[in-house]
């Protein structure tokens, strides 16, 4: 049962040693398991090889199969999850089907993606969530996963990394306390590099 209802999320075809690289998701009752991926690599027709992290036991682990609240529900918690202060007026801009939707939040045009999936919990059971993917309207761009039943946040991460460059942060992660490419490399008396030419710079 675990393995009855998948599909191919994407194939990608090696140019080189002819493998084709295969990317499989594991879904129950037509809804994905998110982060449940299995990769396939073929070649003639043979697997080479597989990495197989499908769930388990998927059918006694799913806590609902229908959502409750709509995915214009879910966003609107996601945004208050982030702390947009702006006032969104979201609605659905296109439905590729009951559990994959486009979204607007009706302040920017960078479109909102909306799908149905089971989130796994640390107590390894998976809870039927909203995954929401969208950039805020104060730039960053988020992954939020919203319970669907009951409108909690299960996971939020975001996706833009960002640094201020003040002294502290440059002691921090100076990177010539570990490793010095210009000590270690370009003047070494075995360097293959040629001098370099003032006002220029090496590519590697």
């Not at 398991?33 to 059918?59: C, D, P, R, T």
């Not at 998976?126 to 009951?150: C, H, I, M, S």
């Amino acid at each position: 049962q675990d393995i009855s209802d998948w599909i191919i999320q994407s194939e990608v075809p090696g140019s080189g040693p002819g493998i084709t690289s295969t990317y499989i998701v594991q879904r129950h009752q037509g809804t994905e398991i998110f982060n449940a991926q299995n990769n396939v690599w073929v070649k003639n027709g043979a697997v080479l090889n597989m990495e197989n992290i499908f769930v388990s036991n998927l059918a006694s682990k799913v806590n609902a199969t229908t959502p409750i609240l709509t995915a214009l529900q879910a966003i609107s918690k996601a945004y208050n999850a982030v702390r947009v202060t702006k006032n969104p007026t979201f609605t659905i801009t296109e439905t590729k089907d009951a559990k994959n939707l486009i979204l607007s939040d009706g302040l920017q045009e960078d479109a909102i993606s909306a799908k149905l999936v089971y989130q796994k919990t640390a107590s390894n059971q998976l809870k039927l969530a909203w995954e929401l993917q969208f950039y805020a309207p104060n730039g960053n761009a988020w992954d939020v996963r919203v319970d669907a039943l009951n409108g909690s946040i299960i996971e939020k991460n975001n996706l833009t990394i960002s640094c201020s460059f003040d002294k502290k942060h440059k002691d921090d992660h100076d990177v010539k306390s570990t490793f010095d490419f210009e000590k270690m490399v370009a003047k070494t008396s075995n360097s293959f590099l040629p001098p370099g030419t003032p006002g220029s710079y090496r590519v590697i």
